[in-house]
């Protein structure tokens, strides 16, 4: 006779947490850059942290696109949470995913149905993809903002290049389609124009590379737009020269499952067939916080007051990507995302004290891109620039330097050294990944 064990309601089963005495809780959504620097900045408050994501790992989105291109290893950019919150006696980690936000009763409740009480909020859940309601793009065009996402575009895009290599019937040429001229677009155009260039020639002798095109297509006049001029002209001399097929004044129409149709300068239309599109346009609130009873405002993200508390709630902060003050937006990167997180807790950490909170002021140290292989722009705050070799080196060491964890720093440093040191046989060290047909 089998012996059952029942399933227990949310109600009768043990909670998921911990509790540790009569210490004030806070709790921290999102294991991105806000989240673990909030967490961080609370570790020598006297409080109980519980870090909450419905990931165990933290990824380091700003290097999706090398895993995406082979550069890198899925692993080298991401880090477990839990092992994070054991570098702190007052952090514990949580794997769920929140389901909705009760801000007057000071609750949280989990996919599973588990209601956690907090008496701080931290909402750093971070931001997806912003599709503008164009036909089609929800569907068919793939995004970089995880672990998962960077792997589907790699196998999208190598799994391509070998059908049309073996002359599979009814493969199309390989073509790319990156929209969005950003710094995500740039980079990742300049990734795959690199393996275009170095790896196909050799790997793929049988197939013309000139059948692999890149195009990068940018409804503005010019290429990183918060950066200086000289910097946006020699980003798109640069990338042309790498045979990036760059359409600036163009702008998406509709996303299709095999092309992209788009509207070029002169309002005629064009269908670009494709074996991938990779949206790097824009982004919006997680659609996972719609129903988070939280005030909202552009793009769905957390309305948030000067110290960078919610509007109507003092005690729940909205940092990073996902929260919106009514001053000029901040720019939609780590930086910004870091300094958020940290003001958090240190907001915290002055209303345990009595103290008033204050207000966030952003530190602007500056803006980096990379173009490819030994090439890159940084534009400082003081207005001094850099580009070619030594933007690209000062691109490298701050990457490495914010990665999360000494073995991740130490594998991202050998590989790209080995990666670029050996180029371009390197190139060569692509793995395709199961087909989507």
Not at 32 to 40: D, H, M, S
Not at 42 to 55: E, G
Not at 106 to 128: M, N, Y
Not at 385 to 402: F, R
Request: neutral net charge.
């Amino acid at each position: 006779m089998s012996a059952t064990t029942p399933v227990q309601s949310p109600a009768t089963r043990p909670s998921p947490v911990r509790d540790k005495g009569d210490r004030p809780r806070v709790v921290v959504v999102g294991g991105g850059f806000a989240g673990l620097w909030a967490v961080r900045e609370l570790s020598v408050a006297d409080v109980d942290v519980l870090l909450v994501d419905r990931n165990a790992y933290n990824t380091f989105q700003p290097l999706l696109y090398q895993v995406a291109t082979a550069g890198l290893n899925p692993g080298d950019v991401t880090y477990a949470l839990r092992a994070f919150t054991s570098r702190f006696r007052n952090a514990d980690f949580l794997r769920a995913e929140v389901t909705s936000v009760d801000p007057d009763g000071k609750e949280i409740v989990t996919h599973s149905g588990d209601r956690i009480p907090f008496d701080f909020l931290v909402v750093a859940c971070g931001v997806g993809a912003n599709f503008f309601g164009i036909p089609g793009a929800q569907e068919h065009a793939q995004t970089m903002y995880t672990r998962t996402g960077a792997l589907a575009v790699r196998d999208r895009v190598l799994t391509a290049i070998e059908d049309a290599a073996q002359g599979k019937p009814g493969a199309i040429d390989p073509t790319v389609v990156v929209v969005g001229g950003g710094a995500t677009g740039v980079e990742m155009a300049g990734a795959l124009a690199e393996l275009r260039n170095a790896a196909v020639p050799i790997a793929y002798r049988e197939l013309d590379p000139e059948r692999v095109q890149i195009v990068l297509v940018e409804m503005a006049d010019g290429l990183l737009l918060p950066f200086k001029k000289k910097l946006q002209e020699y980003t798109l001399k640069e990338l042309r020269k790498r045979g990036v097929n760059v359409r600036l004044r163009t702008t998406v129409e509709e996303v299709r499952e095999d092309a992209v149709v788009v509207k070029r300068p002169d309002g005629e239309h064009e269908t670009i067939p494709c074996a991938s599109v990779i949206w790097a346009s824009g982004v919006s609130a997680n659609t996972r916080i719609g129903d988070w009873e939280l005030p909202k405002g552009k793009g769905g993200r957390v309305e948030t007051n000067p110290d960078l508390s919610v509007v109507g709630y003092p005690y729940i902060f909205a940092v990073g990507d996902v929260g919106i003050g009514h001053d000029d937006p901040l720019p939609q990167l780590a930086q910004p995302a870091i300094q958020g997180g940290k003001h958090a807790g240190v907001q915290i950490r002055r209303t345990l004290a009595g103290s008033p909170t204050q207000k966030f002021t952003y530190h602007d140290k500056g803006i980096m891109a990379t173009i490819g292989r030994n090439d890159a722009v940084v534009q400082f705050p003081f207005g001094a620039t850099l580009k070619g070799p030594l933007a690209w080196l000062s691109w490298l060491a701050l990457h490495i330097v914010y990665l999360i964890g000494n073995r991740n720093r130490f594998s991202t440093l050998i590989n790209l050294a080995a990666r670029y040191l050996s180029w371009p046989r390197s190139s060569l060290n692509i793995v395709v990944g199961d087909s989507t047909d």
